[in-house]
Nanobody
């Protein structure tokens, strides 16, 4: 199974920006970001496939950019205009049945990186 390591989580003020990174141990077709806030179910944030097709959840559309460095097997999530409701553990995932923000389609997960946004 592909191993994933996330980084970049931090505590920031509302309106700030962060860039999350996820490095995979192998080349994969689809990679995605998901998040889970305390007391809530994990939800999809964004996905990217090898040819650059992307998808975003409505909650982050226009405030986030997902990108990949395929040579480095690394996925990024640049987040802007952060809100307190963006506070969550952010997970990277791969080995997907389909490249959409549907959690159950993904078979390999990282340990997560914490993002905390204060007002």
């Amino acid at each position: 199974q592909v191993q994933l390591v996330e980084s970049g989580g931090d505590s920031v003020q509302a309106g700030g920006s962060l860039r999350l990174s996820c490095t995979a141990s192998a080349h994969t077709y689809c990679m995605g970001w998901f998040r889970q806030a305390p007391g809530k179910e994990r939800e999809g944030v964004a996905t990217s496939d090898l040819v650059g097709r992307t998808s975003y959840a409505d909650s982050v559309k226009g405030r986030s950019t997902i990108s990949r460095d395929n040579d480095a097997n690394t996925l990024y999530l640049q987040m802007y205009s952060l809100k307190p409701e963006d506070t969550a553990m952010y997970y990277c995932a791969t080995e997907a049945l389909a490249c959409t923000t549907v959690e159950s389609y993904f078979g390999a997960w990282g340990q997560g990186t914490q993002v905390t946004v204060s007002s």
